[in-house]
């Protein structure tokens, strides 16, 4: 029976026109040909030229034959066989390619024989008998993607068309011979190549799913970190299961981008997946808001709605800038002004008085008129002097003028008068002038040009401080607003020093007193030492963000998502399909999907990095703050996991007495200031820090307001309310106290007590939640109550762990996924039917990958098929407002999947 090799009837045309045109195409041919003439004396020309263009036909039809083969079973390794080593194993599927087109050329050529005029023509290409012979078959065949990688163009080396009239050979001829098959074969393994080389690029070496991955679980971790941050009952603040949506995003997204469109199921089951994982988000609080509700805090508002209050304002990114207060810097450069000697200095300058000397040396025997006064001076004193020298007397006359100090930064005021004739001058001036002013005048060794800076009355200073109060007052209350996220590899603090110009006022035109000009040069004093503190805490915080990049980059977590770009749809309309569709974390097999076996579809892991401040990522920036005292932890941890420990209760008498040594510690360095700086008695600055701490009723509060530094604040007050006098003095000062002892180490607990307490409390409650499980009694409300004690527990890194310079508290996961698809399927249609279905389908599967190269009945091994594997390693960085709760996991800081 005769098999028809175009069996689709679609667009046939008859035979006979076929035939006419072959004819016509043959003569054309035979003309064009420069073969020379039988030697026999028959003319094979019609019959070379006829086979010639048999030969056209039927290579390309062998070309798409090929291209579909091997698009459906791709080499993407070689196997380790005398035919697998004939390809290149840099480009397995491109000399598969080449190769599979050979061998279809070759047997089509030798199944199309031509007879004209009984010169019977056949076309041929050499056998393939051994494994050099395939690799000379390989560098015979050259391909190039053309019309947009829609068609193949093939090129085939030195094809023979032997001519034979009864058997005789009569002419042989050989000729390349270049079709150009309409199959998109090249650009379809292209885009996969691509899109697997995507799923695999690292997150700093290129976009691909990583920096996908990465960009939308920020997104994620940041918006549940902000709500833990507010109270929200968040647990774990980047879990596997976000890890698994963010890949199955991504996987999606890469295959819209590499192919023009995605899997269709994929799209479809992540989209459920989003749901399902929203669900069981939501679901997790459900217990603690059950709880919560008939809670009520003490504004008198239930606990869900204070948690609501807390998070109104908090969103990821810049949609909610993080308020950066100069209230510290504004204290500390006032207490050191104060009391450092800068404001007096400054004081002092503007006070200061100019004196010239003017003077004229006559006889004695001869009256001396005094010399004028200098121009631009107040005439302050005459002195008249006479010297006896060498038996000889002369008279030196001296005229001081005097005049307020003169100075770029310091106003021209006109109400000196007064000041240049007071007391004070006097004495500035008459001490300043040396006993032998007529011995020096003569010898003309006097200074005639000399600044004095007379003692200032305690009137004019007090209005001075009152400036300076002021100003500090304004200070205080100038906040600048940044992207929480610049705390990592930005600038946030540049805008303060713009803020401090924008609210000290030292227009020196605007002076016109004496008192105005004074005010004037402390503020200016005052702004120029806050502006320095920023300066310097500028520069912390820069080597801090350097110390956490390195440490971040070495575990491949970026501190900001890199950009995200991918490749521009492909001109060739293709179709994806996979199996699974979805990457689940969950085993898979044979009844759930069309798999082989059941296997673990993907497999994630992901560690949070600082759980509590003594950790690895912690000590890049502890290292820069503590030094030796590494093993020391802040007292705001400290306390705050008292607090927890409180809750459950479990056993801390350790951690306890840690916080209560710390306590003692600053309430012992607030009487040493109330002692320095006010007029108190020993037992009224007892009875002040008795009501200032007595506002806190637990260890653990007292603690956590030392830390904040809010018992300054209550101290201050306590002691004004027994002696009067600036309150926002004085409380700046105990503020600054604080900070001084907290940055000596004098108001920290030892690392390893804070630990063995914070693992007491986790211990804890799984044993509550393992019991909870076997008693069908306990309530949920009870349940919640135990583990929001792990709420309560401090994670994450103060940056800066320093006082007055905890801006933002920050946390890091270190997340890694690896997956793949069991049957990976992309589909393109042919540009002529005829072949198959009329499409071109390249699958990726794990298979061996064979063809019969030599003819034998018996396929070849040239390597194999592979499915589409990947992994990739990344993090993600969350960055919430400072304070005693910060962020991080709250259970399993290590949580791997079954897969992994």
Known sequence: MRVDPFPDQRARIPFAVIGALLLVTSATLATGIAVKPSQTGYDAGPAIGASWSAAGAAAERAALTASVDAARSPVVAVANTSYGRALNASQPFRDALRLRIYVGVRDALAASPVTVEGVRAVASLPPIETPADARAAVERVTLAGVDDGSALRVHVRDVTVTATRNGAVIERIARPLVVTAPTPVLAVHGRVATFEERLNTGVFAGSGLARRATASLTVLAETRGLAQYGGAPVDNVVANRHVALVTNRGVVALQRAAFGAADPDARAATRRAAVATAGRDALAGVGVAAANANVTAANGSSAAATVADATADLHPGAASPQPVPLAPVADDAFVASVDGGGFDA?????????????????????????????????????????????????????????????????PVVGDDSRWLASAAVRRAVRSALPDSVGERALDGALDDSFTVEPTVSGARR????????????????????????????????????????????TDTAGATTLRERAAVAVRASYADRVRALVEDRRSTLARAQSRIGDALAERDVPTTP??????????????????????????????????????????????????????DLADAVLDIVFGDRRERVALATAAGTLRAADEVPVADAGLRRGVSASVESARDGLDTALDTHTALSANEREQALDAGFGQYGTVAARGLAVANGSVAESVAAAANEREGGRSGVLAARLRVALRDLESSGALSVGESTVSSARASVESSVRDAAHRAVADATQSAGERAVERSALRLLPAGI????????????????????????????????????????????????????????????????LGRNARLDFAYRTGVVVVVPPGPRGVGDVGDADERSAGW
């Open 562 to 615: 890199p950009p995200v770009a991918g490749p521009a749809a492909p001109p060739v309309a293709m179709r994806v399909s996979s199996e699974p569709a979805y990457l689940s974390l969950a085993r898979v097999t044979p009844t759930d999907a069309a798999v082989e076996s059941a296997h673990y579809p993907l497999g994630a892991r992901n560690t949070n990095l600082a759980t509590i401040p003594s950790e």
């Open 798 to 861: 103060p940056l800066l762990p320093l006082p007055g310079q905890w801006y933002v508290t920050v946390n890091a996961w270190d997340v890694a996924a690896h997956g793949g698809y069991e049957r990976f399927e992309v589909a393109a249609a042919l540009g002529r039917p005829g072949v198959g279905d009329g499409s071109l389908r390249y699958v990726r599967e794990d298979a061996p990958v064979a063809v019969d190269v030599d003819g034998d009945g018996v396929p070849e091994t």
């Open 346 to 410: 400054a004081l002092s300058r503007a006070y200061a008085v100019d004196v010239r000397l003017a003077t004229r040396v006559g006889d004695a025997n001869a009256s001396v008129a005094a010399p004028p006064t200098p121009a631009g001076y107040r005439h302050h004193a005459t002195l008249h002097r006479t010297v006896s020298r060498d038996n000889r007397t002369r008279a030196v006359a001296v005229t001081v003028g005097v005049r307020l100090h003169t100075d770029a930064a310091l």
């Open 462 to 505: 007090a209005a001075a401080l009152d400036a300076l109060a002021e100003t500090h007052a304004t200070l205080r209350t100038v906040t600048s607003h940044v992207d929480r996220r610049s705390f990592l590899d930005g600038e946030p603090l540049a805008s303060l020093t713009t803020a401090v110009d924008a609210a000290v006022d």
